[in-house]
């Protein structure tokens, strides 16, 4: 990707977040970016495609910044499964102020047809994948359940975290999903405790 596109990039990422999708236009994305909308159109070919780069490379470097977290946290699965939370609560806390950015674009875009469903979607299936998988050491006939409560919770969370209407959002989801997983798979033995 040439200097130009990069910036065309992070220009479009503040402001569709900050703004909205719709409210930001190529002109002010060129401007803010320092380069010609021709530039812009000849990397990207449309404000569509900035919109997909946009959302896929927020997607990519989330996908990053979690599976550092969960490798961090070994390989216990409860410990895991919290581990997503937290990661969560830190990038919200360093990159998302105002909610999901997948949550948000969605919200924005009714169009099924727009290539940038497919990201949006992609992610979402993969945090359910993720949940549902961890779910799966944890509590194998019950996994597919307990994997869609989690999802809701971190999603839920996410949401509530945009919205600002009580504090720590994310933190309070954990602490739900925690007595979630203690419950879980027990089988008559207690789960090692995961509470930090």
């Given at each position: 990707m040439t200097p130009g596109a990069r910036r065309v990039l992070r220009a479009a990422e503040r402001l569709f977040y900050e703004?909205?999708?719709h409210a930001v236009g190529v002109d002010l994305i060129a401007a803010e970016a320092g380069v010609t909308k021709k530039t812009l159109y000849d990397r990207f070919g449309s404000k569509e495609q900035v919109v997909v780069e946009y959302l896929a490379d927020r997607d990519e470097r989330w996908r990053a910044f979690l599976d550092r977290r969960l490798d961090l946290a070994g390989p216990d699965a409860?410990?895991?499964?919290?581990?997503?939370f937290d990661a969560s609560r830190e990038w919200s806390g360093e990159n998302s102020a105002r909610g999901c950015s997948m949550v948000n674009a969605h919200a924005e875009?009714?169009?099924?047809s727009h290539p940038a469903g497919a990201i949006i979607a992609g992610q979402k299936e993969w945090m359910l994948a993720l949940f549902t998988g961890l779910c799966?050491?944890?509590d194998p006939d019950g996994a597919a359940a307990l994997g869609r409560t989690l999802m809701l919770l971190h999603e839920g969370s996410?949401?509530?975290h945009g919205l600002?209407?009580?504090p720590d959002p994310i933190a309070h989801a954990r602490d739900r999903a925690r007595t979630l997983l203690e419950d879980a798979g027990r089988g008559g033995g207690r789960p090692p405790d995961v509470r930090r």
């Open positions: 703004r909205g999708i409860r410990r895991r499964v919290l581990a997503v875009i009714s169009d099924p799966e050491e944890i996410l949401v509530a600002r209407i009580f």
